[in-house]
């Protein structure tokens, strides 16, 4: 007595095939935001004067950051980033990461309303620096690709690679 014909052996390994498919991958839903540029500020002798043991030293405070929108300057304070106006923030060295000084972590103004988005660091001595980026606006995802200092391009990714903890050089 046959229980199975042979067409049901060949329907099986279809039957599985069908039922074996998975779904297709819905998108993460996750959002990759790379616009903060790090500094290390020194003075002419290379010494740190982010480090609070220096008596010269430079604390967030003496520091306020602004954006450009709309062709006004806008002084930067979100409580989500400025960690109870701590922005922008100075960040400890970190040997283990491979960072041996203090860095000053600027968010650069990232605005696709902005033709050239500008970003202001003014000083405690009243100087000012312009900061001027180039980004890649893609799904959930906004990268700086480029950034000028001054109206001197610092750094491109295309050019540069990973984005260096660039020296900026202030003498109060």
């Known amino acids: ?97 491979g960072v041996d000084k203090y860095v000053l972590n600027v968010i650069l103004n990232s605005s696709e309303d902005e033709a050239i988005p500008t970003t202001y660091l003014e000083w405690k001595d009243g100087s000012i620096d312009e900061l001027q980026a180039e980004f890649s606006y893609s799904g959930n995802s906004v990268i700086v690709k480029k950034l000028w200092l001054n109206g001197d391009l610092i750094w491109d990714m295309q050019r540069d690679g990973e984005k260096p903890i660039y020296p900026l050089v202030k003498d109060f």
């Not at 039957?15 to 990759?32: D, I, M, R, W």
């Not at 935001?33 to 030293?57: I, R, T």
Request: proline share 7%.
């Open 1 to 97: 007595m046959k229980i199975f014909s042979k067409r049901f052996w060949v329907l099986i390994p279809v039957v599985l095939v069908l039922f074996s498919c998975e779904e297709a991958e819905k998108p993460c839903g996750c959002t990759n935001l790379d616009v903060a540029f790090l500094f290390n500020v020194v003075n002419q002798e290379n010494v740190d004067l982010l480090d609070p043991s220096e008596p010269k030293h430079i604390e967030a405070s003496d520091l306020s950051v602004s954006f450009l929108l709309d062709g006004e300057k806008v002084e930067v304070y979100d409580s989500k980033i400025n960690q109870l106006k701590s922005f922008p923030r100075i960040v400890e060295p970190e040997p283990l990461a």
